[in-house]
């Protein structure tokens, strides 16, 4: 059975950073790609960064989080790591971890597991 939880979520004021992780469990982690998702408030579900099997050697973000986040991955822990940088109000939503169908993916169709999703909210 696989499982995802996120963790790390909360409330930061605008310029702040945050960490969240995602672990799991399961299955072969380095095998697949994972995916950070976010829902913001009124709005559809949006990718916002992504990173490849094995070694992460590939990884892609969302234009609006370039240079501010960033994701990485630790096979031995088989967590997956979103750092956000440089907060902003417009970042406030639940942020999903998802497990990739394969070796790299930049959709939500590319994913195949899902976590319940941890609650970042950016307000002075």
């Known amino acids: 059975q696989v499982e995802v939880m996120e963790s790390g979520g909360g409330v930061v004021p605008p310029g702040g950073s945050l960490t969240l992780s995602c672990t799991t469990s399961g299955y072969t982690f380095s095998d697949y790609s994972m995916g950070w998702f976010r829902q913001r408030p009124d709005a559809e579900r949006e990718g916002v960064a992504f990173?490849?099997?094995?070694?992460?050697?590939?990884?892609y973000y969302e234009d609006s989080v370039k240079g501010r986040f960033t994701v990485s991955r630790d096979n031995a822990k088989n967590t997956v790591f979103l750092r956000m940088d440089n907060l902003k109000p417009e970042d406030t939503a639940i942020y999903f971890c998802a497990v990739g169908r394969g070796g790299w993916g930049r959709k939500a169709a590319d994913m195949r597991y899902w976590g319940q999703g941890t609650r970042v909210f950016v307000s002075s």
């Open positions: 990173i490849s099997n094995r070694v992460g050697r590939n990884t």
